[in-house]
C-alpha cells in the first residue's frame, strides 16, 4: 500500500483589498475565470482617493478585454476611450528631434532578415526615407487616421494595431458594474487594522473603522503606494530604482478636449522630465512627471499649465512616488497588484498591463490553502524579470540622448545601466542586432523604434542584407512605402470612427 498526502483545501474566499483600476481588474478577472463557489469581497472606501492616471495602454489590453467579454464599442463609449496607435516622443533624442513608438510591425521581412536591416543598408548607402514611412501604424496616426485591419490586403504587410485611451476612473466603475453580474461582494469601508495568525505570519483578517472584521484565505492588495497589507503587514521590502529613473514626482491635470482627436499618446521631454498628453473624447489627460532633485514643484507645475492645448478642467495634483517594485510581490497569503506591487513611471503605458500580466500569472499558479512555496517563487521571478525588463526599456529613453542642455540630461546620458540594457545596446551599435529576451514585453520593433528616434545609429547592418542589388533594393522598399502610403489614405479619420461607433452619449458616470 502507498500512503498518499491528501490534496490540500481549495480556496474559499479572496478578499481585495482597495477599488480603482487594479482592485476592479482582479475581481472581474476572478468572477470570469474562477468557480463559483469561491467568494470574492472587495473593500474600498469612497473618502480615499485613488490616482487614476492610469488613462493609456498598450494592445495587451484587448487580450484582457476577451477574456472578460467586453464589447469594445460599449467599452469606449463608456469609458470616454480612443484609439491609441503608438506614442508620439519629442525632444527626447535631441531638443527638436521627434518619432513614434508604433505599436504595429515595420516593413515586410524578406527571407531569414528582417526588414529593418535593409533599411539599414540603404542608409549607409545614402537614402533618405524615414524608418516608419514603411509603419501604416505610423502612417495613420500621423494622418489621424484608424479603421480595424489585420492585414493590408493581399500582402503580408501587418495591419493596424491599437491601444486604448480612456479614463481609468471610469473604467473602474464599468468593471464594478460588470461584476455585478457576478457574485462579488463589495464592501464600503476603511482598514484600521491587519491580523496575522500566530503560527506562520499569514493575513487572517482585516478589521474595519466600523468594527468589523472580515477573514478570507488569499489577500490581494490593492491599496495603492501605502501597500497596507504587503508592506504595512508583512513588511516585505522595496527594490529603488530611482538612480536609474531618478523622477519622482508628476503634476497631473485634466484640460478641454481639442480637434483634431489624435490617435496616440504624446511624450515630449522637458529639462527634467516629460510631459504626456492622453486624448479622451470628453477632455484630455495631462501631467508632468519630474524629478525633484533638479525641478521644484512650482517651476514643473508652471512648464506643464504653459504647455497644454486647451482650457484647464481642473486644479493640478502633485503625485510622489518612488520608481521600483517590491521585494516580493506574493508574499505568504497576500498578492499586490497595481501600485501596491510597484511603480513605473508611464512612459511607455505600461501600468495596466503589468495588473493584467500579474492576475494572467495568479491565475496560472493559483494556490490551494496550503500556499506551496514553489508557486510563490515562481510567481515572484517571472512577474520580477518582467518588471525589470520593462524598467531596462524604459531606462533606454533617458540614457540615449544626445542632450546636453540641463544637469537632468547630463545625469541620465552619463549614468551607468543595468548590465542587460549595456548588453543589447552593444549588440545594436556595432551590427544592428536585436534579439528578444524570453518573450518579453516591448517586441523588437519597439526597440528599434527609441533607438533609431533617439539618434543611435549601428555602424554596421547584418552582412545578408548585401545579398540584394542595388536596384532590388530600391525597388522593394519603394513597393513597401508605396502599399503603406495607399493603405493609410483609405483610412478614415479617427474622429468620423468615434462619431460612428463608439462616441460617449451621456456624460462621464462620477
Known amino acids: 500500500m502507498h500512503s498518499t498526502t491528501p490534496i490540500a483545501s481549495t480556496i474559499k474566499k479572496i478578499v481585495i483589498v482597495g477599488g480603482g483600476t487594479a482592485g476592479w481588474m482582479a475581481a472581474a478577472t476572478f468572477a470570469r475565470t474562477l468557480d463559483n463557489s469561491i467568494s470574492i469581497q472587495l473593500i474600498e472606501s469612497d473618502d480615499i482617493g485613488t490616482v487614476g492616471v492610469g488613462e493609456a495602454t498598450i494592445p495587451q489590453i484587448q487580450l484582457f478585454n476577451g477574456l472578460l467579454g467586453l464589447d469594445e464599442n460599449d467599452f469606449l463609449r463608456n469609458t470616454q476611450g480612443t484609439i491609441k496607435l503608438g506614442i508620439q516622443f519629442n525632444h527626447w533624442g535631441t531638443i527638436d528631434s521627434s518619432y513614434l513608438h508604433a505599436f504595429s510591425g515595420i516593413g515586410i521581412d524578406l527571407g531569414m532578415l528582417d526588414f529593418y536591416h535593409y533599411w539599414l543598408r540603404s542608409q549607409a548607402e545614402g537614402g533618405d526615407s524615414s524608418l516608419w514611412d514603411y509603419s501604416l501604424n505610423a502612417t495613420a496616426a500621423q494622418q489621424n487616421r484608424f479603421e480595424k485591419m489585420e492585414r493590408v490586403s493581399n500582402t503580408r504587410l501587418p495591419g493596424i494595431n491599437y491601444a486604448y485611451h480612456f ?13 455585478e453580474q457576478y457574485a462579488v461582494v463589495r464592501t464600503e469601508g476603511k482598514i484600521t ?119 484647464l478642467l481642473a486644479e493640478p495634483r502633485k503625485l510622489h512616488f518612488t520608481t521600483g517594485m517590491r521585494k516580493k510581490f506574493w508574499n505568504k497569503n497576500c498578492v499586490a497588484l497595481g501600485l501596491a506591487a510597484g511603480f513605473m513611471e508611464p512612459l511607455e503605458s505600461t501600468s495596466i498591463h503589468l495588473v493584467q500580466s500579474a492576475l494572467g500569472k495568479l491565475i496560472d499558479l493559483f494556490p490551494r490553502n496550503n500556499f506551496v512555496q514553489a508557486d510563490t517563487d515562481e510567481f515572484n521571478r517571472q512577474l520580477g524579470n518582467e518588471y525589470q525588463q520593462i524598467r531596462d526599456f524604459i531606462i533606454l529613453h533617458y540614457h540615449a540622448t544626445q542632450r546636453s542642455d540641463s ?16 548588453r543589447k545596446l552593444n549588440l545594436f551599435k556595432h551590427n544592428g542586432r536585436l534579439f528578444r529576451d524570453n518573450n518579453e514585453l516591448f517586441t523588437e520593433t519597439g526597440w528599434l523604434q527609441v533607438l533609431i528616434g533617439q539618434g543611435v545609429t549601428p555602424n554596421a547592418y547584418h552582412p545578408l542584407a548585401d545579398a540584394l542589388t542595388a536596384d532590388q533594393l530600391s525597388d522593394y522598399l519603394t513597393d513597401i512605402k508605396t502599399i503603406v502610403t495607399k493603405a493609410a489614405r483609405l483610412l478614415p479619420t479617427h474622429q468620423s470612427y468615434i462619431a460612428k461607433h463608439c462616441a460617449a452619449t451621456t456624460p462621464p458616470h462620477r
Open 167 to 179: 479614463d481609468a476612473s471610469l473604467f473602474a466603475q464599468y468593471l464594478r458594474r460588470y461584476c
Open 193 to 311: 487594522q491587519v491580523t496575522r495568525r500566530r503560527d506562520d505570519g499569514f493575513i487572517e483578517s482585516v478589521t474595519l473603522e466600523n468594527g468589523a472584521t472580515i477573514d478570507g484565505d488569499l489577500f490581494i492588495d490593492c491599496s495603492g503606494f501605502r501597500g497596507l497589507l504587503i508592506e504595512g503587514a508583512l513588511k516585505t521590502g522595496y527594490e529603488d530604482w530611482s538612480h536609474w529613473l531618478p523622477c519622482d514626482s508628476a503634476i497631473a491635470a485634466p484640460c478641454a478636449a481639442t480637434e483634431p482627436l489624435l490617435p496616440y499618446t504624446k511624450a515630449t521631454a522637458h529639462t527634467a522630465g516629460w510631459q504626456w498628453r492622453i486624448p479622451l473624447q470628453h477632455r484630455t489627460g495631462n501631467g508632468h512627471v519630474f524629478s525633484s532633485k533638479f525641478m521644484s514643484a512650482d517651476e514643473a507645475t508652471h512648464i506643464l499649465i504653459n504647455n497644454l492645448d486647451g482650457e
Open 407 to 422: 544637469a537632468f540630461w547630463n545625469y541620465c546620458r552619463t549614468m551607468e545601466v543595468p548590465d542587460n540594457l549595456t
